[in-house]
């Protein structure tokens, strides 16, 4: 059974970079997709990326001059950043596997994380 | 990029109804498609992949069906546990489907 905690900051300044871990206990292998996905406060969904397959990574476009997704296989833990935050970044910011179906490894998120408030705030 | 639109944006229906919401994509995206439940407070549940796969411990009441740049989740028999918002996904998400009691 795999379990997903995501880990960082509450809050951070304008234009600093938002920094976020999730740690997870159970399968943590390469092959799957880990990404992180957003919610402000009232509003819908937004994928942020992913990262899978020793290293590939995919970001929203919208998104993508801001952000940055890693991970420490070693560690069991995959990270985002996201660059020269506002206000418009607050959200719940949760981490998610990738589903195993059939032993085909999706992007689709099937194990999320509880997820974490970030405020954007000075 | 891929935009996924669902309609309606709320639905209000009662215990045992048939309800169906849409997500239309932008540009064909074969049968790669889910579809999620969230309640307040809680991380989205993964129902459906691949269209109409419904994934482990999801109960038959949910139906997910098309391909290309039409799909629906159809609950044959809504149930009080059923009232959340639903999303669709692909890479993106829809704008979510709000299901509230009538």
């Known amino acids: 059974q795999v379990h997903l905690q995501e880990s960082g900051p509450g809050q951070v300044k304008p234009s600093e970079t938002l920094s976020l871990t999730c740690t997870v206990s159970?399968?943590?292998?390469?092959?799957?997709?880990w990404s992180w996905i957003r919610q402000s406060p009232g509003k819908g969904l937004e994928w942020i990326g992913y990262?899978?397959?020793?290293?590939?990574?995919n970001y929203n476009p919208s998104l993508r001059s801001r952000v940055t997704i890693s991970q420490d296989t070693s560690k069991k833990q995959f990270s985002l950043q996201l660059a020269s935050v506002s206000a418009a970044d607050t959200a719940v910011y949760y981490c998610?596997?990738?589903?195993?179906?059939?032993?085909?490894?999706?992007?689709?998120?099937?194990?999320w994380g509880q997820g974490t408030l970030v405020t954007v705030s000075s | 990029d891929i935009q996924l639109t669902q309609s309606p944006s709320t639905l209000s229906a009662s215990v045992g109804e048939r309800i169906t919401i849409t997500c239309r994509a932008s540009?064909?995206?074969?049968?790669?498609l889910a579809w999620f439940q969230q309640k307040p407070g809680r991380p989205p549940k993964l129902l459906i992949y691949?269209?109409?796969t419904l994934d482990s411990g999801v109960p038959s009441r949910f139906t997910g069906s098309g391909s290309g740049t039409e799909f629906t989740l159809t609950i044959s028999s809504l149930q009080p546990d059923d009232f959340a918002t639903y999303y669709c996904q692909h890479g993106t998400f829809g704008q979510g489907t709000r299901v509230e009691i009538k």
């Open positions: 998610a596997r990738g589903g195993r179906f059939g032993g085909v490894f999706m992007s689709t998120p099937a194990t």
């Open positions: 540009q064909s995206i074969d049968d790669w």
């Open positions: 691949k269209a109409s």
């Open positions: 990262i899978c397959c020793g290293g590939t990574t």
């Open positions: 159970g399968d943590s292998s390469g092959d799957y997709y």
